[in-house]
């Protein structure tokens, strides 16, 4: 396992288990003046998230704009290798429904999951990302805070598939806004094809998915599951007929009906209750859009695709910008740009 090189503070805590808090593992807070985001750190031994789902940089446990807070501990049960024990804007890496060299692999072998390592497969099954893999190789990691920003360098080597993965969270000085960049450097033998999308997980003031949401798209939304007595589509938006109820209740489709065009990369989620409002702008097109919702959170998750040859670079970005409701002159939230 390579080492993990750190440029932050570490402070260990001494707790009883099932007492920790996000406060006791490695973070950073950064602020632009209006807004205030902590962001929890990667740590292989330390850090609150080691699942092997989700891309271990870039955990924001908490943002502030205007007195309202956008993300936050969603879900019941903790463990730090739990898939989805995880918060605020976090993504995954996916090819398809495996990761990259999966499927070639054998019990025993080795794959790769961007943004987390070199993980063995453990037996002849089909890849889940549900399932927690053992590491084997963290990679390299540095780890640069500033007041605004925080910045992840995230390289990994190995056989055929290897790469430099860069990704930094900033805070536009004086802007309501969180801007998250990123670069993903092939330096391996084999093309790196993979879908890549962000979870979101918005929990607005810790409001219950339910009548007071909007998510609103840039185009007429198409539902491919059924949405129950749950959701329905008015115009260009999804909107709740019913709070979800505590216990696990739950919904998930796959939705359709954006363009190839990056300017579909663009989701509102809005609550009338906290009266204040996301919106979610990516640069690149959209290859696929998945809803998923419980009482605790609400979550469009956008997917971009990219096909990287060795030796080339792919860059993305996605920006959110925060708001309170209602708008200036009762206006509508401009799209994109």
């Known amino acids: 396992m390579e080492k993990t090189l750190k440029l932050y503070p570490v402070t260990l805590f001494l707790c009883l288990a099932g007492t920790l808090t996000a406060a006791d593992f490695p973070q950073a807070e950064i602020s632009n003046g209006i807004i205030k985001a902590k962001i929890l750190l990667p740590d292989t031994e330390h850090g609150y998230y080691r699942g092997t789902r989700f891309d271990w940089d870039g955990v924001v446990e908490s943002l502030t704009y205007q007195g309202h807070n956008f993300f936050g501990k969603w879900f019941d049960k903790y463990e730090p290798t739990l898939h989805d024990a995880i918060m605020g804007p976090v993504e995954e890496f996916r090819t398809g429904t495996t990761a990259l060299g999966y499927d070639e692999a054998k019990p025993g072998g080795l794959f790769v999951k961007i943004g987390v390592g070199l993980l063995k497969k453990i037996d002849d099954q089909k890849y889940s990302q549900f399932r927690t ?145 996301v919106q979610e702008i990516g640069n690149r097109p959209l290859s696929n859009i998945d809803f998923w919702t419980i009482r605790s959170t609400v979550c469009p998750e956008g997917y971009i695709h990219m096909r990287i040859e060795p030796g080339k670079t792919y860059t993305w970005k996605i920006t959110y910008r925060f708001y309170t409701l209602p708008l200036p002159n009762g206006n509508k939230k401009k799209r994109h740009g």
């Open 133 to 277: 893999y053992p590491l084997v190789n963290s990679g390299t990691r540095v780890v640069t805070p500033e007041r605004d920003h925080v910045t992840f360098q995230h390289d990994l080597r190995s056989e055929g598939y290897s790469y430099e993965y860069r990704k930094t969270l900033r805070l536009p000085f004086h802007k309501p806004e969180l801007v998250i960049e990123h670069s993903l450097k092939n330096t391996g033998s084999k093309v790196i094809e993979t879908d890549v999308y962000n979870h979101d997980f918005y929990m607005i003031d810790n409001q219950p998915a339910g009548p007071s949401y909007r998510v609103a798209f840039t185009f007429p939304p198409e539902a491919k599951n059924n949405l129950k007595d749950i959701l329905e589509i008015k115009g260009d938006s999804l909107v709740y007929k019913r709070e979800l109820q505590p216990g696990g209740e739950s919904l998930f489709t796959p939705i359709s009906g954006f363009s190839d065009k990056p300017v579909d990369n663009d989701i509102i989620v809005e609550n009338t209750t906290a009266k204040a409002g």
